[in-house]
């Protein structure tokens, strides 16, 4: 049974490229969350997406990002033109949604770490 | 203003001993859930406990509980016996709207345990 799975897990990219992160959600989940943790910071909260919709992207920059969660295959979250201060560990969970009201079960996966040089 | 607080930014505590984090939340709705995560060096986020704030009982798991004090807005993680594995990072955090379809997780800015052998 695996868990959320992310790829990569280390991403160095230079000043002007594009980053992209993969989530794979836990089997069964439709729900994907990705949250942004900043060196010494916790994590916040970017964008929540179910299959093929993005419900809630308040917490996503307005340029250069931009997530997706296609009818198959993982969710992709893409920041482009990347800048140094997009070096962060970026987090991706997935949860089955109101399933029996207890909607509070977000599964974590390892995160990606982004390194901008 | 913030809706979790964590006024621990590190905290050194002697193997053995039990050691409290605290942790403060605001928010006006009446449903919401109230959460405490790990992250040690390697990284990935571990969900300790959780606590909903119609539960009655504290939340408890193994070593772990949550001294829930709804009317003070305080969910404070309590740690027994504490061991050198315990030394991490730890982040509060909450979800409002359990029953709604706005799913994001707040997280506190984290206390950084260290555990003296």
């Known amino acids: 049974n695996a868990g959320v799975m992310q790829n990569p897990r280390h991403l160095v990219r230079r000043r002007g490229q594009e980053a992209r992160l993969r989530c794979s959600p836990m089997?069964?989940?439709?729900?994907v969350y990705w949250y942004r943790q900043l060196p010494e910071e916790g994590l916040k909260f970017m964008v929540y997406?179910?299959?093929?919709?993005?419900?809630?992207e308040s917490g996503m920059p307005k340029e250069r990002f931009s997530a997706e969660f296609p009818k198959e295959g993982p969710s992709i979250l893409r920041i482009q033109q990347v800048v140094r201060g997009d070096s962060a560990a970026y987090f991706c969970?997935?949860?089955?949604?109101?399933?029996?009201?207890?909607?509070?079960?977000?599964?974590f996966g390892p995160g990606t770490r982004l390194t901008v040089t | 203003a913030q809706k979790i607080t964590q006024t621990q930014p590190g905290m050194f505590v002697q193997e053995k001993e039990a050691v409290t984090l605290d942790c403060t939340y605001d928010?006006?709705?009446?449903?919401?859930?109230l959460f405490w995560y790990k992250q040690p060096s390697s990284g990935e986020m571990i969900f300790l406990i959780y606590?909903?704030?119609?539960?009655?009982q504290n939340a408890t798991e193994g070593r772990y509980s949550l001294n829930f004090q709804k009317a003070r807005k305080s969910a404070n993680l309590v740690i027994s016996a504490s061991q050198l594995g315990d030394s991490a990072m730890y982040f509060c955090?909450?979800?409002?709207?359990?029953?709604?379809?706005?799913?994001?997780?707040?997280f506190g800015s984290g206390t950084r345990l260290s555990i003296r052998p």
């Open positions: 955090a909450m979800r409002e709207g359990l029953y709604s379809s706005a799913s994001k997780i707040i």
């Open positions: 997406l179910q299959k093929e919709n993005i419900i809630d």
């Open positions: 969970a997935s949860s089955l949604g109101l399933a029996g009201g207890h909607a509070y079960e977000q599964y």
């Open positions: 089997k069964g989940h439709s729900h």
């Open positions: 606590q909903g704030s119609y539960d009655q």
């Open positions: 928010t006006s709705d009446p449903s919401y859930g």
